[in-house]
């Protein structure tokens, strides 16, 4: 067992609690038209495969979560640099709802969509009015002492205020309102320097390696265990609660979407599904071409992990 979880391990543990998911064919099987597999170099000289079936599926598929959220990140990076650099500026605001040990996620989920529909309705109007430019929302979900902890990581963009403490206070005591006296936003303004990781903050967990929390750049610290730790503790300990909480994530957030962005920004800064060009190779990048039979071979001999490892260090 590794020293630390890695995508590829908790793919596996995955695939293991959820044998007739699609996950359980992502990575494996080939992609509908393939005749084989591609080993090609990525840009951080890492090897990868290409010509297999990927499942795109962000909350259950360890593997598919790491790529989508890298390539979102990317997305938000470039959208929020070129609104800094126009003259704008942003807030990052978290939004939790009340709840308890007992209750189920899909209650929680309901209630937390609820409370941001009525909040998104008019608060970002009354408070910003005309400054307001979009956002992009990020739902996060941990388990702790207290139960299911489902939160949205929201980016404002906002342009031609000067000054934001004001704004931030007004946010988050509407939220107040809206959600409980005792339940407020956390609305920061992001610092100039901290567009990167900002970015990484709102696509990654903690094992995907987010930087980013809040007003400065540092090591996130999730209030519970995301769904990587979960499995992760199920692999180490063999635990029917774990188990039961990673079978309750998987079906809570079945077709929930991770990220949203405001139509307005959409329009700006031509955001794209992250999924779309996944098998587009440069031959440059090529390593080598396995049939469908070697393909197979490797598989059953669970060699797969390692023969990347060596093509890695081919230079």
Not at 73 to 84: C, F, S
Not at 112 to 136: E, I, M
Request: glycine fraction near 8%; aromatic fraction near 10%; include cysteine.
């Amino acid at each position: 067992m590794p020293d630390a979880p890695c995508p590829s391990y908790l793919h596996r543990l995955a695939r293991a609690l959820m044998p007739r998911e699609r996950l359980a064919l992502c990575g494996v099987a080939l992609r509908y038209g393939a005749s084989g597999v591609v080993v090609r170099r990525l840009p951080d000289g890492r090897a990868c495969y290409s010509g297999l079936y990927r499942c795109g599926d962000f909350w259950r598929c360890p593997s598919c979560r790491v790529t989508l959220g890298i390539r979102r990140a990317r997305q938000i990076e470039t959208a929020l640099r070129a609104h800094v650099d126009a003259g704008g500026s942003a807030l990052l605001a978290t939004y939790t709802v009340p709840h308890t040990r007992d209750e189920s996620l899909p209650v929680v989920l309901a209630r937390l969509a609820g409370t941001w529909r009525r909040y998104a309705k008019s608060a970002f109007r009354d408070v910003l009015g005309r400054h307001y430019v979009g956002a992009v929302r990020a739902l996060e979900v941990t388990h702790g002492v207290n139960g299911w902890h489902p939160h949205y990581h929201a980016l404002l963009f906002v342009g031609g205020l000067p000054y934001l403490t004001p704004v931030c206070v007004a946010l988050s005591e509407r939220w107040s309102e809206v959600a409980g006296a005792e339940w407020r936003a956390d609305v920061r303004q992001v610092a100039r320097d901290g567009v990167a990781s900002v970015a990484r903050y709102l696509t990654t967990d903690g094992v995907a390696g987010a930087s980013y929390e809040v007003a400065s750049p540092s090591s996130k610290i999730p209030a519970g265990r995301s769904y990587a730790q979960l499995l992760w503790d199920y692999a180490r300990y063999r635990s029917s609660v774990d188990a039961a909480l990673v079978y309750e994530y998987a079906a809570a957030l079945h077709g929930v979407h991770h990220l949203t962005v405001s139509p307005r920004l959409r329009r700006l800064y031509d955001f794209t599904d992250p999924a779309s060009g996944w098998d587009e190779i440069s031959d440059d990048h090529i390593l080598a071409l396995l049939n469908s039979d070697e393909w197979l071979s490797i598989l059953n001999a669970g060699e797969d992990r390692n023969l990347l490892d060596d093509f890695a260090r081919l230079r």
